[in-house]
């Protein structure tokens, strides 16, 4: 059984026929559209897992075919990267901002976390 990424999607592609597209390839296991938490509308991509024998088959008929206006991209499916989230530059800017300034200059320390919901509230 093997993964596969399925990118570019058309926003209107469901689970099932993202299903039905690898069906004639050989038996899939699981398929699933990737959404947009807050909106719950597709982001455009989705993974698929279908059996080894016909996954290289499907990767090379798939990846570049024309669905609903888009060209697909099809590959294997990537390990899934751990880490980010900035923990470390956001404590070093948080503590430069005390550094050499009086407590009642200093910035609160919630400061930074309600700035960036702001931000991340005006953006959306």
Do not use: C
């Amino acid at each position: 059984m093997k993964k596969l990424y399925v990118g570019n999607l058309p926003w209107s592609t469901t689970e099932a026929d993202l299903e039905e597209m690898f069906a004639k390839y050989g038996s899939v296991h699981s398929a699933a559209v990737v959404t947009d938490r807050d909106t719950g509308r597709s982001r455009g991509f989705g993974f698929i897992e279908i059996d080894a024998s016909g996954a290289d088959q499907a990767i090379e008929e798939l990846n570049g075919s024309d669905v609903g206006g888009r060209q697909l991209r099809v590959n294997e499916a990537q390990d899934k990267r751990r880490g980010g989230g900035g923990g470390r530059r956001r404590w070093r800017r948080w503590r430069r901002s005390l550094v050499g300034r009086r407590p009642d200059e200093r910035a609160p320390w919630w400061r930074p976390f309600v700035l960036g919901r702001l931000r991340k509230w005006l953006r959306d």
